[in-house]
DNA sequence: CTGGAATGAATGAATATTCATTCTGTGGCG
DNA sequence: CGCCACAGAATGAATATTCATTCATTCCAG
């Protein structure tokens, strides 16, 4: 029975090898470098805050030295803007694609509930920290814009939903924004080590979500 | 019909003037420099985050000088724990009493979800500062120590109810953090502008949440 | 007058960022 | 094979800010 960890093991939330270097860095490099870097600030600014995180520290937990960053990154500000619009721009390819725009809505919203849960469980600290960041005021343009790539796919479902009167009378925004704190709530319950996840849970979670907004 | 804001009409987060100066702080004063501090510092931290807030913006702000604040609080740690403990404290009274401990489940289920409307939309910005701030480092005891009891209520309720076979076969913790969520997502739906809040949603937030959890 | 309250410039500790210097690996050449 | 430039990568001490906190001074109510 597959199940995910709740504890301190080393958690999968770093930046995959292939990541391209996102487009104008050192080209001639070879080291995981950069990913180290993001790694580090990603565990940092979950754990202590991006203002409350000094770079040198970044550094430190990298395993680099301060100036090292700076090859990398334009300043602090850049490197929680890439490592925020790198893991929504994951979660955002990872929920939304051609084929699930095509289902009936129930299949949809039970995709959307597993591929969510996948993304979370298995990038749990990318996870917390987009929730984390999603507000700040240091996120760039290009942030923005993953966030809204994000919002208008659930607005637009909830939209339709209500439409076809399959989910309750209620405003789309106010049912989607429900669902997504449902989904926190049984996050959090896992992260704060109060429960271990199991797929079972989570399609139990699927079921009370969906409790939630049907008509 | 009543309504709640959602737009920047000043809302009424301001700690009121009869706050007992928390214990020890300068006694003969009359003024209301306090709760001025507080209450800049509230809308502050909201909005820029506890490190991403200077004492000295907090002072402007408040329309006080910098070192006044110092009258008044020990340090930065102090003046944020002053306001996360303060506000903890009104909402585990609100949320708490001898009455609601002896009622029958969903009714509690009912007043709880009420009281907690009322706080939440009543002094939005406290309630957001709550929620984001219950995770932070500096928190000290006396402030987790609020958090604790606000759970431990929380996690009995449910653990009552589970028991009594009212909710879901589900670990309470989950339920408990789910519901939370859940009402976080329609407070937001609101802050965001998205919604304007209604009794009436509110009250169909609560059929929501209940649908969620009951068995 | 006087004592507590308030002030805000000054202090010293952090902290983001820079940049002169060192390192490293690659390729040419004797 | 060994040696030698050389370029890009990496370093980390130094710089320039920013910021929490202090405290000598001023204000003001009684």
Sequence with gaps: MLKFESDNKPKDDSVPASVPTDDDEPVGHRGDKRERILDAALELFNDRGFHGTPMPLVAEQ??????????????????????????????????????????????????HWERLANFAFTHPRAYAFLNLHFHST????????????????????F????????????????????????????????????????????RAGEECAWATVRR
């Design 62 to 111: 990298a395993g680099v030295a301060a100036g090292t960053i700076y090859r990398y990154f334009e300043s602090k500000e850049a490197l929680v803007n890439a490592l925020f619009h790198y893991w929504y721009s994951v979660l955002n390819r990872d929920l939304f694609d051609e084929d699930w725009a095509q289902r009936p809505l129930r299949e949809r919203f039970h995709l």
């Design 138 to 157: 240091y996120l760039d343009d290009e942030s923005r814009a993953e966030i809204m790539r994000h919002w208008e796919r659930g607005e637009a479902f």
């Design 159 to 202: 939209a339709e939903a209500s439409e076809q009167q399959v989910t309750k009378n209620l405003p789309p925004e106010m049912l989607m924004l429900m669902i997504d704190g449902l989904f926190t709530g049984m996050f959090r319950s896992h992260v704060l080590g109060m429960v271990e996840m199991t797929p079972e849970l989570i």
